[in-house]
């Protein structure tokens, strides 16, 4: 365009920094932002509002607020994209302070600093603002800001401020309510561990589309309800026709539920029958159902026979299968090309460093440990949180920063005498537990392997909920990873012990703990 000598106006800039930002291609907005200053358009608002965004985009937030500064006039939409910014890359207190002085505030600015809060776990803070907005301002929530508050709520586990968009969404449309709204109420439901709920909700929903079934085809997977997404998906067509996210969900279900035929039979029928070509997912679900069903050589013929190379996620899932059913030899091949594809990536070291531990060799887990100390790859510390009373409790390994610790650790100790009359056993690795008979140094190293595991931060969390909640009621906690064996074992005890139901939701699925057992049924 510039070659041919013709102008490039305030129009054309837009579109390149809609590109860029679209691709997060920073390099090339700066060539563009340049571009501009030459061409005289820093004076439009829209151009300089395009700027902002693909530097926001970029995670560059100061390079946008640089350009917000030196414009003299500014829109709404101009405060609105600096606020973007401030709430994502520099916190809530940040954006609170833009989203205070805008002149002018408009929905997406109030949907921006709410979302915010919910994702920060400030749930009081989202519902004043919430009330603020609705009540004081006269400002309603239409179906775009209802479903971007149902996706905070779903990622975040605020159940309770998805309770409360809820009963607005019925009050204020009825049975008319808006199918995108319908079905952030399933997917919040789901992934907030309320999958009766989200059931109820989907039965009354008054239209259904593909996406709809999805959500709750697939928050059944994640709850290990593999039979009834069996039995469910026939009735999907009087409705919908499934697309490839469905037989994600139906693979997953499968997986999960150790539905190894049913399972095998929705792939072959894929593309003959519904004319859906596999994708990767596909694949990484098939070899997940045959690694969990202890399949692992058939896994490892199917991937490779696959007709595209295997990712992350197809490896992973051998490893994590290998560790399961105690495949040392394959699993050692498997983290080999995982770390080709990503060096830092530290899961799998764990993992594999755990097989080694498990399988009595000490000295291989010690290097491989030592090894990404040497690179500076730390491993992603395990997170596990808890709402009680509308606020976010948050949980590592040890921690000892909650202002209850003396309580919640003195409940840990009182949980633990109990769980061990119960017949609670830590699961230490066996190298370690067999060495009954060897000196104090021995014992001394598996009471230090014994507290470690005492102090998970899933049991943490436990603890402040056993002490925060009125007993009988149900608890809900959230981990940002796998949640280990030994919290399983024990929160399947505690569940018995304290007659509570205790939904972990990890990085893969929920666990609904009930009467001593787990709605996994051991099979994950």
């Known amino acids: 365009m510039r070659k041919e000598g013709k102008r490039v106006d305030g129009v054309a800039a837009i579109c390149v920094f809609s590109a860029c930002a679209r691709l997060a291609d920073v390099g090339f907005g700066l060539q563009g932002h340049a ?36 414009m003299k006039e500014r829109s709404v939409v101009s405060w609105t994209v600096i606020l973007e910014g401030a709430v994502k890359f520099e916190g809530v207190e940040s954006g609170r302070d833009v989203f205070d002085r805008m002149p002018e505030k408009n929905e997406v600015a109030w949907t921006i600093m709410i979302v915010g809060y919910v994702e920060n776990g400030f749930t009081w803070n989202a519902v004043s603002l919430l009330n603020e907005m609705v009540f004081d301002c006269g400002l309603g929530l239409n179906y775009v800001t209802l479903s971007s508050l149902l996706s905070a709520c779903s990622q975040s586990g605020d159940v309770a401020l998805g309770r409360w968009i809820h009963a607005y969404a019925v009050k204020s449309t009825g049975r008319d309510m808006d199918i995108m709204v319908g079905t952030g109420l399933v997917d919040m439901y789901a992934k907030c561990g309320r999958i009766n709920t989200a059931l109820m909700v989907f039965n009354y929903m008054p239209q259904r589309n593909v996406v709809a079934w999805n959500a709750m085809l697939g928050g059944l997977a994640m709850h290990g309800q593999g039979k009834l997404v069996v039995d469910m998906f026939p009735h999907m067509f009087e409705e919908a026709k499934p697309d490839a996210m469905t037989f994600m969900s139906l693979l997953s279900a499968c997986s999960h539920s150790g539905l190894v035929k049913q399972g095998w039979q929705y792939f072959h029928s894929l593309e003959p029958v519904y004319g859906i070509r596999p994708e990767i997912g596909h694949y990484a679900c098939m070899v997940d159902l045959l690694g969990r069903a202890g399949h692992l050589e058939e896994a490892f013929c199917f991937m490779k026979t696959m007709p595209i190379p295997p990712n992350e996620v197809v490896l992973g899932s051998i490893l994590g299968s290998c560790r399961v059913h105690d495949k040392l030899k ?16 530290t899961e799998y070291h764990v993992l594999l460093s755990n097989m080694y531990a498990l399988s009595g060799k000490e000295d291989k887990a010690d290097s491989l440990r030592q090894d990404l100390k040497k690179r500076c790859i730390r491993k992603i510390p395990g997170m596990s949180s808890i709402y009680v009373h ?14 209850r610790t003396t309580e919640i650790y003195m409940m840990l100790d009182d949980m633990i005498r109990r769980l061990r009359l119960a017949g609670y056993v830590p699961n230490t690795p066996s190298s370690q537990v067999l060495s009954g008979c060897a000196g104090g140094d ?25 002490i925060s909640t009125p007993p009988g009621s149900p608890l809900y906690i959230f981990k940002n990873l796998r949640i280990c064996l030994d919290c399983h074992s024990a929160i399947k005890i505690a569940s018995n012990i304290y007659e509570r139901e205790i939904v972990v939701r990890d990085r893969f699925r929920f666990h609904s703990f009930k009467q001593g057992s787990c709605s996994c049924l051991d099979y994950w």
Not at 336 to 345: A, G, S, T
Request: with cysteine; glycine share 10%; aromatic share 6%.
């Open 330 to 345: 394959l699993g050692e091949q498997m983290m080999q090309e995982l770390v080709q594809m990503d060096p830092h990536n």
């Open 442 to 466: 021995d014992y001394t190293e598996l009471e230090e392997v014994e507290q470690a595991l005492f102090t998970h931060s899933e049991k943490l969390a436990l603890c402040f909920g056993l």
């Open 35 to 70: 571009g501009v200053v030459k061409s005289g358009l820093c004076g439009c608002i829209k151009v300089c509002n395009a700027v902002m965004d693909m530097y926001v985009k970029c995670g560059l937030v100061g390079e946008a607020r640089r350009v917000f500064e030196e």
């Open 390 to 403: 509308g606020q976010l409790h948050q949980f590592s390994a040890g921690d000892k920063s909650h202002l």
